[in-house]
């Protein structure tokens, strides 16, 4: 294979396992416990669907069944489903002596703007006069967003936000700015991302897609990309795509539409967390890179890169976010006001890499990197 020029340097930041998520409220344990001789009652929303979602919540329960709070059992998870079944199942069969997941307590704002209204009212309406939910797990910058308020006083964990301060969702990294508040940030991770990619690649035009609003700008962490372009010297080559909007194979569209020109006018891509960028998509995005021999980044994680994108953070899984939010739960059952917990978690940033990928593109990728690599997908696995 062609090595394209390519050359790495890891950056010890970069590369460093950090669990600063770990060392949280100590005075609170992470013990089972029962809410007065009664279960506790917990509710889900989201804006839509969306797979990391998926990804990070089954990984959540199984960090609650690794802490003794649900029986070990295998989680039903079907190809093309989400959240809902998942729900379902935990609602009828999980089998637990101290939590209950309300049946009809998970909410969908299916990516529609109207909906969201009414779902939002719905949510905050029971809240404040049903008050039949112990906890609400807000999933995603739109969940976040809706439920990070002083509207309602129901303990609230806000899971897998791409930029929960840049967003509006917290106050800070440190402090929420809300009692019952907590939202998970990781303050140095796209930046980690993107440096890794430059380090890798040393691109001079990086194309980057993304929905040109608030809510998609927090999506590509553009705020990091343009400072690491001013630091390291290279072009943002922006181009505007539909995300959050109930049509999904519209913002599919918009998605492929932006590869296909950007393919001719950059030399790398980072692929950013969007609704256009799914199952459905992914196949077509990584061949119009691949066939371009363009190096990709997933923003999202080693699924995508299973799928055919080149290069990615490993998340193992979701597993260790996922057991940090079971932790915060199970604080929070003992006694711990959200706002009292430690919102930040850096996982372990270890690498995930596609062979296939590489060897289509030319990147003959450095043993450096391989050593690094804690998942190396040899074939493009279809979604």
Same mark, same amino acid.
């Given at each position: 294979?062609?090595?394209?020029?390519?050359?790495?340097?890891?950056?010890?930041?970069?590369?460093?396992?950090?669990?600063?998520?770990?060392?949280?409220?100590?005075?609170?344990?992470?013990?089972?416990?029962?809410?007065?001789?009664?279960?506790?009652?917990?509710?889900?929303?989201?804006?839509?669907?969306?797979?990391?979602?998926?990804?990070?919540?089954?990984?959540?329960?199984?960090?609650?069944?690794?802490?003794?709070?649900?029986?070990?059992?295998?989680?039903?998870?079907?190809?093309?489903?989400?959240?809902?079944?998942?729900?379902?199942?935990?609602?009828?069969?999980?089998?637990?002596?101290?939590?209950?997941?309300?049946?009809?307590?998970?909410?969908?704002?299916?990516?529609?703007?109207?909906?969201?209204?009414?779902?939002?009212?719905?949510?905050?309406?029971?809240?404040?006069?049903?008050?039949?939910?112990?906890?609400?797990?807000?999933?995603?910058?739109?969940?976040?967003?809706?439920?990070?308020?002083?509207?309602?006083?129901?303990?609230?964990?806000?899971?897998?936000?791409?930029?929960?301060?840049?967003?509006?969702?917290?106050?800070?990294?440190?402090?929420?700015?809300?009692?019952?508040?907590?939202?998970?940030?990781?303050?140095?991770? %796209?930046?980690?991302? +993107?440096? @890794?990619?430059?380090?890798?690649? /040393?691109?001079?035009? &990086?194309?980057? !897609?993304?929905?040109?609003?608030?809510?998609?700008?927090?999506?590509?962490?553009?705020?990091?990309?343009?400072?690491?372009?001013?630091?390291?010297?290279?072009?943002?080559?922006?181009?505007?795509?539909?995300?959050?909007?109930?049509?999904?194979?519209?913002?599919?569209?918009?998605?492929?539409?932006?590869?296909?020109?950007?393919?001719?006018?950059?030399?790398?891509?980072?692929?950013?967390?969007?609704?256009?960028?799914?199952?459905?998509?992914?196949?077509?995005?990584?061949?119009?890179?691949?066939?371009?021999?363009?190096?990709?980044?997933?923003?999202?994680?080693?699924?995508?890169?299973? %799928?055919?994108?080149? +290069?990615? @953070?490993?998340?193992?899984?979701? /597993?260790?976010?996922? &057991?940090?939010? !079971?932790?915060?739960?199970?604080?929070?059952?003992?006694?711990?006001?959200?706002?009292?917990?430690?919102?930040?978690?850096?996982?372990?940033?270890?690498?995930?890499?596609?062979?296939?990928?590489?060897?289509?593109?030319?990147?003959?990728?450095?043993?450096?990197?391989?050593?690094?690599?804690?998942?190396?997908?040899?074939?493009?696995?279809?979604?």
């Amino acid at each position: 294979m062609k090595r394209l020029g390519i050359h790495l340097i890891i950056v010890p930041m970069a590369l460093m396992c950090i669990f600063s998520g770990f060392a949280m409220a100590s005075d609170f344990s992470t013990q089972p416990v029962k809410n007065n001789g009664e279960k506790w009652r917990i509710g889900y929303y989201e804006g839509g669907e969306y797979y990391d979602y998926k990804g990070v919540f089954i990984a959540t329960i199984k960090g609650l069944m690794e802490l003794g709070w649900i029986e070990k059992a295998n989680i039903p998870v079907d190809k093309g489903e989400f959240t809902t079944k998942i729900w379902n199942w935990l609602a009828t069969e999980m089998k637990s002596d101290f939590l209950e997941f309300v049946k009809d307590a998970h909410y969908s704002s299916k990516w529609d703007d109207d909906l969201r209204a009414k779902t939002v009212e719905k949510i905050i309406t029971r809240l404040n006069q049903k008050k039949d939910i112990d906890l609400m797990l807000a999933v995603g910058t739109w969940a976040g967003k809706d439920l990070a308020n002083n509207r309602h006083t129901t303990p609230t964990l806000v899971l897998t936000a791409s930029d929960a301060v840049g967003a509006g969702i917290v106050k800070s990294n440190e402090d929420s700015g809300y009692d019952h508040i907590s939202a998970h940030v990781d303050p140095t991770r %796209y930046e980690r991302q +993107v440096q @890794i990619f430059y380090d890798i690649i /040393k691109f001079k035009k &990086l194309g980057v !897609a993304y929905e040109d609003s608030v809510d998609g700008r927090s999506y590509a962490a553009l705020n990091v990309i343009e400072k690491l372009s001013k630091d390291k010297g290279f072009e943002i080559v922006p181009c505007f795509t539909k995300s959050d909007i109930a049509n999904q194979n519209e913002a599919g569209k918009s998605v492929i539409a932006c590869f296909e020109k950007l393919v001719k006018q950059v030399d790398a891509i980072y692929v950013t967390l969007q609704g256009g960028v799914n199952s459905i998509t992914i196949p077509k995005l990584v061949e119009i890179a691949n066939s371009h021999r363009i190096p990709t980044f997933s923003q999202s994680g080693s699924q995508e890169v299973q %799928y055919g994108f080149l +290069v990615s @953070i490993s998340h193992a899984n979701f /597993k260790y976010v996922g &057991l940090y939010h !079971a932790q915060m739960m199970a604080m929070v059952f003992n006694g711990a006001k959200p706002r009292q917990l430690n919102q930040v978690f850096e996982g372990p940033p270890k690498v995930a890499i596609n062979l296939k990928t590489a060897q289509i593109i030319g990147f003959d990728p450095p043993m450096v990197l391989l050593g690094a690599a804690d998942e190396i997908f040899t074939e493009i696995k279809n979604p």
